[in-house]
């Protein structure tokens, strides 16, 4: 393996290992329901907070995961950035 492959996957599993796109969406997701049952509850009885809620969770587990990997790039680029190599984007 060169040396870049070598670096890269080094860069790779830090960032695997700093960025957290699992927890984030996690996180997002646990949210997104609690915020989707604040908004049901508060619209009254005529919505279905279970629902509402599910697509409050799925909503913060896909922007918490797209953070994350957003992350995790910024990462990787930095991580290479520092090990001498010119990251165009």
Request: some cysteine; aromatic content about 4%.
């Amino acid at each position: 393996m060169n040396k870049f492959e070598l670096d890269l996957n080094e860069c790779r599993q830090f960032a695997l290992q700093t960025a957290g796109a699992a927890e984030r969406a996690a996180s997002g997701a646990a949210a997104g329901a609690i915020l989707g049952a604040l908004l049901a509850a508060a619209a009254g009885i005529k919505y279905d907070r279970g629902s509402i809620a599910r697509v409050g969770a799925l909503s913060g587990a896909v922007g918490g995961a797209a953070e994350g990997e957003t992350d995790q790039r910024h990462i990787i680029r930095r991580c290479l950035s520092g090990r001498g190599y010119v990251v165009l984007q």
